[in-house]
């Protein structure tokens, strides 16, 4: 029951994820525009996304790494031969939620790099 609402969060955090920089990216498209006509690389677009959508994902896991160290006596009660403070544990979940937050900027910024000039200034 556990990893049922456990993959369900996830996907759920994926979706939004996805579903806010979809519409960054659409909402920004005429300034995409823009970066390309003056010069910047694809690449460039791409680090710009992935830094807005990872700022918010790395806080969070940060919050929540903070958080299961705290209050880690509280969760060991309900962890069956894991330790709540086992950094095994945490990375591999840490290294998922990294792993799934990457897909699900992956469209976005891809959209956000071939921005075609010409069309995201004549929308303006």
């Known amino acids: 029951m556990f990893a049922f609402f456990g993959l369900a969060a996830l996907a759920l955090s994926a979706v939004g994820l996805y579903g806010v920089l979809a519409q960054l990216v659409a909402q920004r498209t005429a300034e995409f525009g823009v970066r390309r006509a003056v010069g910047a690389q694809t690449h460039d677009l791409l680090l710009l ?7 918010p994902v790395i806080g969070g896991l940060a919050a929540g790494i903070a958080l299961t160290v705290a209050g880690g006596k509280l969760i060991a009660s309900l962890l069956y031969g ?3 403070t086992d950094w095994r544990a945490l990375a591999a979940v840490c290294l998922v939620l990294l792993t799934v937050a990457a897909l699900a900027m992956t469209a976005p910024a891809l959209r956000a790099a071939r921005v075609d000039p010409m069309v995201a ?3 303006e």
């Open 49 to 55: 996304v992935a830094w807005q959508g990872g700022l």
């Open 82 to 84: 894991v330790h709540a």
């Open 121 to 123: 200034l004549r929308e």
